[in-house]
């Protein structure tokens, strides 16, 4: 097993920042009108706050903190699956690429669950 020695040895952030780079490639090749760059705005500021939290809980060097950021990205999670539900709701997108959005996003949301569980009791 590898130390962990920065936030991008963290499984959870790695898949975090590819499925960051997956939303935005795919609807950066969709036009959208005024009122879906809302909702993509939206989907994008609250995923990429997941991995940008890891990094900064980690970054403070403190564990007490860092859980608190987990947490935080963990609620960016479950907003994320919030806008991508809305996007497909709309199925004005691809259907099966936005399940798979969500579900990789579900994944990583079940990583950072068990990440809080793994440090709870823990000293700092």
Not at 57 to 78: D, E, L, P, T
Not at 106 to 121: A, D, H, Q
Request: glycine share 8%.
């Amino acid at each position: 097993m590898t130390a962990i020695t920065t936030h991008k040895d963290l499984f959870v952030y790695q898949k975090s920042k590819q499925l960051t780079i997956d939303v935005i490639k795919y609807f950066s090749d969709n036009k959208l009108d005024r009122s879906k760059e809302f909702l993509f705005s939206q989907l994008f500021r609250a995923i990429s706050s997941v991995g940008a939290n890891l990094a900064e809980g980690f970054g403070r060097n403190y564990k007490g903190s860092f859980r608190q950021f987990v947490g935080i990205a963990r609620g960016s999670s479950f907003e994320t699956e919030y806008w991508l539900e809305i996007l497909n709701d709309l199925k004005e997108f691809d259907s099966k690429i936005l399940e798979e959005f969500i579900e990789r996003n579900i994944e990583i949301n079940k990583m950072l669950t068990g990440l809080m569980k793994n440090m709870k009791g823990g000293s700092d």
